[in-house]
């Protein structure tokens, strides 16, 4: 099932068939035991010249990627406009509100290493899905893995134009979380509220945040997950951020496992 | 005969000439003496070795075609494209006329800055070119631009292309002041509200990919507005680039009642949709933007039943350097003039079906002469010898390292089509041939 990774580039999982979605996942697995050991270094990419490009700030992927060469810009399409002119491996890093592809795939491996498989489950991705390339990313993988994968939001920020992509869009949660085997809560940004999504934080909260009481209407074994950073008390409440459902911990985990792996596989065809 | 009496004298021999303003379509000569069209019988004085004589067999001739939306960026940003080069441009995709815009730096919205652009342009000598004029002082949509005067130094339209007047109040007042003295209004139609930061169309290219976007009705909403001016003044209000379905039934409905409002189609928009966008090519952002297939064959049926009368390309030229960035920083156009005459001779007379020859001649001639009332656009005798020769079935590949204009940005580079200009006589004289 697997094959050789022949890629210079990650630019987006909408390019990534199924079968190099679950090798970048099988590499990581390797990678996963690296992160537990005192030093956490391997020697796959001594010698290589990796560039950190961050154009939009960010301080929490430049930590876990640490060596990485790798582009974080907000424009959509910007990894791809380097990777035309690049010899070098351009791994996207978040482009605007197009694709996150590690961010994505971290969560593809968190579902599948908790669940043991992501066919079947039915996840629930919540929150500012236009402005979100993490939910884009998301979207594509998961489709590819065979989940079913439910958008959860305001109208606004959750336009019915998605249905096109494969997904359904549903803007009642109590009616989703009773079905989900994951509920992805995405961050709300508050700049968007000045243009009018949505009437506010407290309408927000009061009809798609995660609460306590919502809490009660999960599946025993819902996973919940959430890219970070939280605002707690707003997508989600503290106690069920820090609750059982949660593997918001092990998603930063495995984020270095599923990081190194993609410079591993990426830097392998740049040499 | 006395030489100092002799003026030159063309034979365009055995074409298809094809003349909608005369509802002419007949094999024949045509006759071109001092500059002008004119019958057989005039033009056989001449000496033998004084007279020009054109095989035009095969070949469609037609009035010079006319395109009424051009950018030639000068003054101002002669890097992108001069008026000579947009001239040489114009010339070599089949045009003896072209209409430019006045979004330049100074705007064209006083008489001098019009006189200027009018001298180069006859200094260059190449083909007509006719400036419009800003409707707003500065292009800023809220003070009228001296509309009088502008009208007077012989702008032929008056337009803030580039920008749209959102305060409907000033467009009232503009269109009114326009009808007074004579000159119709064109506008680039968008709703700044609905448009946002929008850089493509609003749809599923635009939900996959996550650029910003707007929706069709940020285009519509203006199109009922000027409706309802050009109902409520009395006088033409010509929509530019109409690229949304609903644009086209509002402008359909309209013209049913008589309200004089017009709309043009340029190529981009039909030949390609917003699927073009996926790979992030700068040159396939255009403003407005690459639609839906929905759109695009809404534009075609408006084409075909004649609710969409003019053809013209909206050839906005810009340096490699300002293209090549990301797509959302990149400035919005592409260059047309050599494309245009193919790609619409292609898809609408060869592939689709949807209209003749002489209808796509009517549309880039007849049409545009009579919304700005230009004395071009037919062979009638006594006319200026403005002529386009056409091979509509000639098979060509473009290549925009070829082109005349001093931009390279077309998606259209390597394309396969059928149908092109092959020379372009402007005053008798030919100023281009393949």
């Known amino acids: 099932m697997t094959r050789r990774w022949t890629r210079k580039d990650l630019l987006g999982l909408r390019e990534l068939p199924a079968e190099e979605i679950n090798f970048v996942l099988e590499t990581a697995d390797a990678f996963k035991q690296v992160g537990t050991r005192e030093i956490k270094k391997v020697p796959a990419l001594r010698g290589k010249t990796l560039m950190n490009f961050f154009v939009e700030p960010s301080t929490r992927t430049r930590t876990s990627f640490e060596l990485a060469a790798l582009l974080r810009h907000g424009s959509a399409g910007a990894p791809q406009f380097l990777a035309n002119r690049l010899k070098a491996s351009v791994i996207n890093a978040g482009d605007g509100a197009h694709e996150h592809p590690t961010q994505a795939l971290l969560d593809l491996y968190t579902i599948r290493e908790k669940r043991g498989q992501i066919a079947g489950l039915h996840v629930a991705i919540v929150g500012d899905i236009l402005f979100s390339r993490v939910a884009r990313s998301n979207i594509f993988g998961l489709l590819k893995l065979g989940a079913r994968v439910t958008l959860v939001g305001p109208s606004t920020l959750v336009p019915r134009e998605f249905e096109k992509l494969g997904v359904e869009v549903s803007h009642k949660i109590d009616e989703v979380l009773p079905k989900a085997d994951v509920v992805n809560l995405l961050r709300i940004q508050h700049e968007r509220q000045r243009r009018e999504y949505f009437p506010g934080i407290g309408e927000y909260i009061r009809f798609f945040g995660l609460t306590k009481e919502r809490a009660k209407l999960l599946k025993a074994d819902c996973l919940i997950m959430h890219p970070g950073p939280i605002n707690r008390g707003v997508e989600i409440d503290s106690e069920v951020a820090d609750g059982l459902h949660s593997v918001i911990l092990d998603q930063v985990t495995n984020g270095l496992a599923v990081r190194m792996a993609v410079l591993y596989l990426c830097g392998g065809i740049s040499s | ?434």
């Not at chain 2, 494209?81 to 064209?108: D, L």
């Open chain 2, 1 to 434: 005969m006395r030489r100092d009496l002799l003026v030159s004298t063309t034979i365009i021999r055995n074409g298809r000439v094809i003349d909608p303003a005369n509802r002419r379509d007949e094999i024949s000569d045509l006759f071109i003496v001092g500059g002008k069209i004119v019958g057989s019988k005039f033009a056989i004085r001449s000496p033998q070795s004084e007279i020009e004589e054109i095989d035009a067999t095969g070949l469609i001739v037609a009035p010079g075609l006319i395109d009424i939306h051009v950018h030639l960026r000068e003054p101002g940003f002669s890097h992108k494209e001069t008026i000579e080069s947009g001239a040489r441009a114009a010339a070599a995709g089949g045009f003896t006329t072209i209409v430019c815009m006045p979004n330049t730096s100074p705007v064209p919205d006083n008489a001098g800055t019009i006189a200027w652009i009018k001298d180069r342009a006859s200094a260059i000598g190449c083909v007509n070119v006719l400036p419009t004029g800003a409707i707003s002082k500065n292009l800023a949509g809220e003070e009228l631009a001296p509309i009088g005067s502008l009208a007077q130094a012989g702008v032929v339209a008056i337009t803030d292309d580039g920008h749209c007047i959102q305060n409907h109040e000033v467009m009232r007042r503009a269109v009114e002041y326009a009808r007074m003295v004579g000159v119709p209004v064109l506008d680039h139609c968008q709703d700044y509200n609905l448009v946002g930061n929008g850089v493509v169309h609003e749809g599923y290219w635009s939900t996959l990919l996550g650029l910003p976007s707007w929706p069709a009705a940020g285009e519509e909403a203006i199109v009922m507005r000027n409706v309802l001016l050009a109902e409520l003044c009395d006088h033409p209000i010509h929509c530019q680039h109409v690229s949304a379905a609903g644009s086209v039934r509002l402008i359909r409905e309209a013209r049913g009642r008589g309200v004089k409002i017009s709309g043009e189609v340029c190529p981009h928009h039909v030949a390609l949709t917003d699927e073009a966008i996926q790979n992030f090519d700068t040159n396939c952002k255009v403003n407005p933007p690459l639609r839906s297939r929905t759109d695009v064959d809404a534009l075609l049926d408006g084409i075909a039943d004649g609710t969409l009368s003019i053809l013209c390309s909206d050839h906005a030229p810009h340096a490699d350097f300002e293209k090549e960035v990301e797509f959302d920083v990149a400035p919005f156009g592409m260059i047309g003039l050599e494309t245009e005459l193919g790609l619409f001779i292609d898809l609408l007379v060869h592939k689709h079906g949807r209209i003749d020859i002489v209808r796509l001649i009517e549309m880039y001639s007849v049409e545009p002469a009579r919304l700005l009332k230009l004395d071009s656009g037919s062979l009638s005798t006594g006319a200026r010898a403005d002529v386009t020769l056409i091979d509509s079935g000639l098979e060509w590949t473009v290549r925009v390292d070829q082109f005349q204009s001093a931009s390279r940005n077309s998606p259209f580079d390597g394309w396969k089509l059928k149908g092109r200009a092959v020379r372009t006589i402007v005053g008798g004289k030919t100023v281009w041939k393949l």
